[in-house]
């Protein structure tokens, strides 16, 4: 193994997100289920733009887990985002988060499933799937 390679890689940690732009929304999150949120708006980014001000409430590692794998049957949209997210802590649980005492193999599979996950979460016409077979009309 070329320990030079993995000096320069970081670690892999599960984090859940939620933005909103009403606060009430973010406390609510935080009274039910920890974790922490923040307001969202840094002057450089917003400035001059006519938006309202958003907030980001977050839960990280096993938290985070624990509310996608419970959460998992209510998902109607980003339900795969939330299995891949389980499969990734339950990949960290098995030790050390980081590096350390893992072989590539496992850090190739922590990569492949981090990509899945960048790749559902891309904006834009690539990440959306195409539907196969027939669809229904919506009337």
Same mark, same amino acid.
């Given at each position: $193994?070329?320990?030079?390679?993995?000096?320069? /890689?970081?670690?892999?940690?599960?984090?859940?997100?939620?933005?909103?732009?009403?606060?009430?929304? $973010? =406390?609510?999150?935080?009274? /039910?289920?920890?974790?922490?949120?923040?307001?969202?708006?840094?002057?450089?980014?917003?400035?001059?733009?006519?938006?309202?001000?958003?907030?980001?409430?977050?839960?990280?590692?096993? /938290?985070?887990?624990?509310?996608?794998?419970?959460?998992?049957?209510?998902?109607?949209?980003?339900?795969?985002?939330?299995?891949?997210?389980?499969?990734?802590?339950?990949?960290?649980?098995?030790?050390? &988060?980081?590096?350390?005492?893992? %072989?590539? !193999?496992?850090?190739?599979?922590?990569?492949?499933?981090?990509? /899945?996950?960048?790749?559902? +979460?891309? +904006?834009?016409?690539?990440?959306?799937?195409? &539907?196969?077979?027939?669809?229904? !009309? =919506? %009337?």
């Amino acid at each position: $193994m070329n320990t030079q390679k993995w000096k320069n /890689r970081r670690g892999f940690y599960l984090r859940v997100t939620v933005a909103n732009t009403d606060v009430r929304l $973010m =406390v609510w999150l935080k009274e /039910r289920f920890g974790g922490t949120f923040k307001d969202a708006n840094t002057a450089k980014y917003y400035e001059g733009k006519n938006w309202k001000r958003a907030y980001h409430w977050g839960a990280s590692s096993t /938290r985070a887990a624990w509310l996608l794998y419970n959460c998992l049957p209510y998902f109607v949209i980003k339900g795969e985002q939330a299995e891949i997210g389980i499969q990734l802590q339950d990949s960290l649980s098995l030790g050390t &988060p980081g590096l350390l005492g893992h %072989s590539e !193999k496992v850090w190739n599979e922590r990569a492949a499933l981090k990509q /899945r996950l960048l790749t559902l +979460k891309s +904006k834009g016409i690539r990440g959306i799937p195409v &539907p196969s077979g027939p669809t229904a !009309k =919506v %009337s």
